[in-house]
């Protein structure tokens, strides 16, 4: 049985979440008591220096990891009270990810890469709907294009209309733009946002851009794997200056 949350609580929450990798000789913590809460309908980028725990954070907020310790609720439901069939479930039915890489399957039609996600569930997906899901991301008409017919902006937008097929509590994007072009990469930002700002999408990124952050409402920064600070309304400025001070100090704000 899971732990339900009321309607008013955080989208996701993180607390006293630790994650350590290796053995006892030589322990890494990716995160160190990490405690967080992620509003629902904003868009939260997540920021730090190389090694900080940021990508370990999207994973287990994400439900793609376990921490080692500590807990982590997600759309009302604490994650490890789950069995994995059932957090496999979950990340099927709520959660969306979107990767750099895109991770389309290069012999799917962008309708058929769109899809997938509710094949797999065992769902017959409605060609409709499927259709309105890639209206909504710009791309009605590269419906039947593969992903090799399609630039890398088209092919991101593809992975995040298939992310949002299933309607997902949350959206998790790992350097959602840092394959692309600065262009490019500016129209996923400005999809992104319109997402949250016209259809209340909670999204979660993380990036190393302190432009990206400027989409974001709010930025939370990390340092060895610990939170290191946040800012909200982030300007490209305030995010690069702090990352500045994050580095040159070892993680100490």
């Known amino acids: 049985m899971t732990a339900t949350l009321p309607q008013t609580a955080a989208a996701v929450a993180l607390r006293d979440v630790r994650k350590a990798y290796g053995t006892r000789s030589a322990v890494v913590n990716a995160l160190d008591g990490v405690t967080l809460e992620f509003g629902r309908g904003r868009f939260t980028a997540v920021m730090g220096p190389s090694g900080s725990g940021k990508s370990t954070l999207l994973h287990c907020a994400a439900g793609l990891d376990r921490p080692s310790s500590g807990e982590i609720e997600l759309a009302g439901t604490a994650l490890g009270k789950l069995s994995e069939t059932q957090l496999t479930k979950l990340r099927r039915d709520r959660i969306g990810f979107v990767f750099q890489s895109f991770n389309l399957l290069p012999s799917l039609t962008a309708e058929l890469n769109v899809a997938l996600p509710l094949r797999l569930a065992g769902k017959r ?40 097929v299933t309607r997902p509590a949350v ?8 394959a692309l072009d600065s262009t490019t990469g500016r129209e996923v930002l400005v999809l992104l946002r319109r997402m949250v700002d016209s259809g209340g999408q ?48 070892g993680g100490v704000w």
């Open 125 to 164: 997906p409605q060609r409709r709907e499927i259709r309105a899901v890639l209206e909504s991301v710009g791309l009605a008409d590269r419906a039947r294009h593969r992903p090799a017919e399609l630039s890398g902006g088209q092919q991101q937008r593809v992975a995040i209309a298939r992310a949002l």
């Open 171 to 178: 959206l998790f994007a790992d350097e959602p733009t840092g």
């Open 202 to 249: 909670t999204i979660i990124m993380v990036t190393h851009d302190p432009y990206v952050t400027s989409y974001a409402d709010r930025v939370v920064f990390l340092a060895d794997g610990r939170v290191a600070g946040e800012l909200d309304d982030p300007t490209p400025r305030a995010v690069a200056e702090r990352m500045a001070h994050l580095e040159s100090s």
